[in-house]
DNA sequence: GCTGCGATTTGATCCAGATCAAACTTTTCC
DNA sequence: GGAAAAGTTTGATCTGGATCAAATCGCAGC
């Protein structure tokens, strides 16, 4: 297999994929050292910026990835417009629908990031010879399920304010915890996303980032700055 | 393994289960007949009617099923008693979380329903032990995270007409077409029901009922059955 | 057939969040 | 360093769907 034909645009620097090689990852942590080394030299690391997209809407990817770093949002757009985050992926979270060649929905790199993608067929024979691995994105599949039930929870029952907190406390969980009881982080979305993935609009969900900065919940600095200092109060606003 | 062990109260026949034998379904379709015969021994058909709880939120279940006969509605519970509908099953889809016991959701048959009732300890064994059947399961679980990202577009998105006309289009895709254009089912929901899976409240489902009905795309009689003359009206107005 | 009850529809009013509009802040790029 | 552009906040007003209230329908039990 020639990693020449799998090349796509600008696709980074061809090189086998040490943090695979470290077995983390929903992939990688799945696979034998032989397999690993094959996935490693049909890899390629790639950088991408924020607002890249990944994989499109509607479209036949041949490629998969693993999220080294960085954040993805995964996106339904409708015909007129209108637009929906269904999922946030972190590192080290596998990026692509086994099974299926044709994407339902966009791929898009919420901050910047760094993937490793690597080619379609190569995973999909691996998958169909590597039972501890089918289990590894069955694994992935059932925790994606489950999240995104907890949106359709969110989504139709929460108000304006408990998405929001939602969605920080989400985020906030990702992230490194400052002391026992607060966190700080920098937001991955702009509020355009938030609102897009919380089905507000960016006027609602300022309102609803300064009322939790007045109520104390949560400090803002610089727009994308947040520190909780109790995160137990912020879970108790998102309900 | 004594059945006897697994029983539920009221747990329906103990016989083999006839259909999965039929090697039809998610579970069944991926099994050898050795092991068709084992799953067998250790199932219980069981009916349940209309309402009955399968699995409770929050509760450990040492049982999974295939749903046979009617359908199967998840549902989350927020503490104050807000409620959402997170996924609709039918025959021959598996019910069950693999992977972990603690059940983040509710399974409650919206229709009389008829199940193949089996210990999870089997099933765990079986998936271990047959790539085919975890195979089977990755995929489903695959398609139900397709749906529920559909609806996550729905829910923060879609007007409450389009809502409404979705969920019919829905289910009407599951029924048995009339013609080549026309669609006729009774509905598994109830009007509360309907308002907890869009996210609405059950005036607002009734009224965007009758405003579909006077708009000549649907009809309907005695309030559950459903009457689509034209399909592709019904997905035209669901947007 | 009458009665009572749950499910559904219909009507009147209210309000959370959308929309429209404008100011402000930060970043980008000459 | 300054101007334009993009992102965010704030304010005024509107509206789709919620809430409150009542009538109607269909069915189970007597």
Redesign the pocket.
Known sequence: MDIARYEIPDAGTPVACRSCQARHGVVCGALSSSQLKELGRHSLRRKVEAGSEIVAQGSESSFYSNIMRGVVKLCKVMPDGRQQIVGLQFAPDFVGRPFVRESTLSAEAATDAELCVFPRSLLDRMIAETPELQRSLHDQALRELDAAREWMLTLGRR???EKVASLLYLIAAHAEPQTATSTAFDLPL???EIADFL?????????Q??RLRKSGVIH?E???HILVPDMDALERVSA
């Open positions: 108000t304006a304010e702009s509020r355009a089905g507000l609009t960016i006027e609602t969900v300022s309102r980032m300064t803002i610089n727009f994308r």
